[in-house]
C-alpha cells in the first residue's frame, strides 16, 4: 500500500483548509460549512474541489496535520514529507528534527520565516505563492483611496441640478465663450494622487502589493515597520523608510495594515491622529481595531482627518446608527476587500498544485 503524503499546515483560517481538501474521510459538517463559506461565489464547491485535486494528482488524499503553535509545527516535522507556514519559523532547529521533509510552502511570498540556505544545504525545496487575495485587498485599498480622492462617495450619479443642490453643491454653468465647461458642478476638493506620499504602516505582503499599486500612480510612498527592508529591497519597490511619527507628519495617505494584536491595537490613537497633517485621509483595510474608536470619531469631526476608508468594522455586522456612518466622508464596507471567494481558494489550489509537482 502507497504510503500518503504527511503535510504539517499552520492553523491559520485559510491555511487550515488544506486539510478538508486533501481528507480522504468526508465530513458532512465541514463540507456543508466551507460550501456556505464560498456559496456567494463558488455555486459548486464539490466540482470546484475535484478540480483542484484533480490538477494536483498525487498529493490527494494526504494526512494533514494542523499546528497553530511552534512545538506543535516541530512534532509534526518529524515524518513530514511537506510543511505550509504562514508565520510560524521553519529554522535549522525544525530541519533538525525532520526526517522525510521534502518541501517547504511558503503562503505567500516573503520568506523571513524560512532559513532558505539551511533548507538548500538539505537538498529541501522552497516555495511560495502570490497570494491573490491580498493582491484583492491592496486593490480594494487603492479604490477606496481613489473614491474618497475624487468624491465618488458624494458625486456619484449626481447629474442634474436638483440633485447636485440637494447635494449640497451650487452647480453652474460656465461662460463657454472663454472657458470650458469642465466640473460645471463646481465640486470642490478633489485631489489627484500623483506627487501625493501614501505611507504604508507595515510592508508585509499585502503593504508591498499597496506600494506597487502607489508607486504606478506617481506617488511616494514611504513606509514604516519594526524591521527595516535591506537597501536592495527598498530600491526594488521603491520606497523609503521612516519613523512611525514622521510617516504621519509627511503623508497624505496613511493605511496601516498591521495584524492586530496586543502590540498593535490601538496603534493609531489620539496622539498620533493628531500628528497626521490635517485633511490627511486614513485607508484602513487590514482590523478596525487598529485604530482608536473614539479618538477616530474625535479627528473626523474636527475636519482634521479629511477622510476614512474603512472596510473592517469594530463590530460584525455593525449597527445603522453607528456615528462613523454619518460622516460624508468616510467609506465603509462590510469586510469584503479580499473577495471574491475563489482568490483565497485559487490560492490554496496552487498551493496543492505545487506540493504535487514537488513530491512526485
Known sequence: ???????????????????AFLDAEEVPERTAAIADFVAHDIADYPAWLGRARERA???YPAEV????????????FRDADAVVTESLRVGAEELGIARRLRVVHKYGTILRNIDVAACSERGIKVLRVRRRANIACAEYAM??????????????SLITMEQLRAAGYAPRRFDARYTSNSNWARIGGLRTLHESTLGIIG?????????IRGVAFGMRV??????????????????????????????DWVFPLLPSNAATRG???RVRLARMKRGACLVNVARAELVDRAALLEALASGHLGGL??????????????PLLKFDNAIITPRIAAQPRFNAFGDLAQVMAQLAEALR
Do not use: C, W
Request: charged share 30%; no cysteine.
Open 267 to 269: 496603534i493609531i490613537d
Open 222 to 251: 514611504v513606509y514604516y515597520q519594526r524591521t527595516r527592508l535591506p537597501d536592495a529591497e527598498e530600491r526594488h519597490y521603491p520606497v523609503e523608510y521612516r519613523p512611525l511619527d514622521q510617516l504621519l507628519v509627511e503623508s
Open 65 to 76: 496535520r494542523l499546528a497553530s503553535t511552534q512545538a506543535e509545527l516541530q512534532a509534526a
Open 203 to 211: 510592508l508585509g505582503e499585502i503593504g508591498r502589493e499597496v506600494a
Open 309 to 322: 476608508g474603512l472596510d473592517t468594522f469594530y463590530e460584525e455586522p455593525g449597527n445603522s446608527d453607528d
Open 1 to 19: 500500500m502507497t504510503r500518503r503524503p504527511v503535510i504539517a499546515v499552520e492553523n491559520d483560517p485559510f491555511p487550515r483548509l488544506l486539510q
Open 57 to 59: 494528482q498525487g498529493l
Open 143 to 156: 479604490g477606496l483611496m481613489l473614491a474618497l480622492a475624487k468624491k465618488l462617495n458624494r458625486s456619484g
